[in-house]
């Protein structure tokens, strides 16, 4: 019973990593998944490292095609648009709702994750700005006390996190600074609307961030390309 325990959770902790990977972009779009440099690479058999495909493959973060190796999903212009929109309109929700039940300590210990997000910029930790903004934002949507929206939000926030991750790694010698500034006054904004409960402006202001998230997204991606064109990694980074 314990070596079968001991498989599940290393197979969990090879899952995570690869998902971390993945997410920040240190795996990019089109990375292929070799099985055997995955086994020397967390020194385990084929059985955890194939669990652990299985699952990114479940979550639509990996791509596996018959009699060959598996690989990290592309995103499409097509995806992007039908994100942006499920997006929005979902955020907007989650924030009037949280506007209207999130507690004091709640907004106390978002602007707390705020100030981490202001360091993690000045060191450009890209890794650490993708995990705090994503906890950024799932605080928020902890704050609307909805389960089943919650749950929903934060699915598309795996979308939007790797997402970020493209746009931070991207920018990062492109004018960062200004980059940095705008979306901490970004956040600033969203923080004084929940603290002020402030139901009629928190909507405007979800869909202002969405916005600047899209333009940012947009200018990574250099539109005009045809819509179903798929991404290289480095059309993504590097700039």
Do not use: T, W
């Given at each position: 019973m314990s070596k079968v325990n001991s498989r599940k959770v290393l197979g969990e902790d090879i899952y995570l990593s690869l998902k971390e990977d993945i997410l920040n972009v240190d795996l990019p779009p089109g990375t292929i998944l070799e099985e055997v440099d995955l086994m020397g690479r967390f020194k385990v058999s084929r059985t955890p490292i194939r669990e652990a495909i299985r699952r990114l493959?479940?979550?639509d973060l990996v791509g596996l095609e018959p009699h060959r190796s598996a690989y990290v999903k592309n995103v499409t212009f097509d995806e992007i648009s039908d994100?942006?929109?499920?997006?929005?309109?979902?955020?907007r929700l989650v924030f009037i709702l949280s506007a209207d039940r999130i507690s004091k300590v709640q907004v106390?210990?978002?602007?707390?994750?705020?100030t981490k997000i202001s360091i993690a910029f000045a060191k450009q930790d890209i890794a650490a700005i993708r995990k705090l903004n994503d906890r950024f934002y799932t605080m928020i949507a902890e704050g609307c006390s909805n389960h089943f929206m919650h749950e929903s939000y934060t699915k598309l926030?795996?979308?939007a996190a790797r997402l970020s991750a493209m746009v931070h790694k991207a920018l990062i010698n492109d004018d960062w600074e200004t980059h940095a500034i705008t979306l901490q006054r970004d956040h600033e904004e969203i923080i004084e609307a929940l603290s002020n409960k402030d139901c009629a402006s928190i909507?405007?202001?979800?869909?202002?961030?969405?916005?600047?998230?899209?333009?940012?997204?947009l200018r990574v991606f250099e539109r005009p390309v045809p819509p179903n064109t798929?991404?290289?990694?480095?059309?993504?980074?590097g700039r």
């Open positions: 493959v479940a979550n994100f942006f929109e499920a997006y929005r309109l979902m955020q106390q210990a978002l602007a707390r994750l705020d926030r795996d979308f909507g405007e202001i979800s869909d202002q961030d969405v916005a600047l998230f899209k333009q940012k997204v798929r991404i290289k990694p480095m059309a993504i980074i």
